[in-house]
């Protein structure tokens, strides 16, 4: 079993940043680690996803060139988020995937979710 517990949500104002923390109680079963948003009334959205144990970096279309994804520790990855939009606004979900060969981009795949942070994006 893994826990994880997102970080670091608040206000933010168009054109600003910031960073989300998610922590987790152990990584050594997970193939990849995913930030996730949902606003709403939308459906739950891939935002981006680190292979763990290589590093590599996925995003989705909507933040690529915005958002960056850093793996900190072996328990501990961030999501800096800059130049942020207005539609960009909503809870944010990290999540971990034990799935060699995972459709990252699904919810499905992910077994481990966190709380989730919430993100405001407003002048």
């Known amino acids: 079993q893994v826990q994880l517990e997102e970080s670091g949500g608040g206000l933010a104002q168009p054109g600003g940043s910031l960073r989300l923390s998610c922590a987790a109680s152990?990584?050594?079963?997970?193939?990849?680690m995913a930030w996730f948003r949902q606003a709403p009334g939308k459906e739950r959205e891939f935002v981006g996803a680190?292979?763990?144990?290589?590093?590599?970096t996925y995003y989705g279309d909507s933040v690529k060139g915005r958002f960056t994804l850093i793996k900190d520790t072996e328990n501990r990855m961030y999501l800096q988020m800059n130049s942020l939009k207005p539609e960009d606004a909503g809870v944010y979900y990290c999540?971990?995937?034990?799935?060699?060969?995972?459709?990252?981009?699904?919810?499905?795949?992910?077994?481990?979710w966190g709380q989730g942070t919430q993100v405001t994006v407003s002048s």
């Open positions: 152990n990584t050594f079963s997970l193939y990849y």
């Open positions: 680190i292979r763990w144990s290589l590093g590599i």
């Open positions: 999540a971990g995937s034990p799935i060699w060969g995972a459709s990252i981009m699904t919810t499905t795949d992910y077994p481990y």
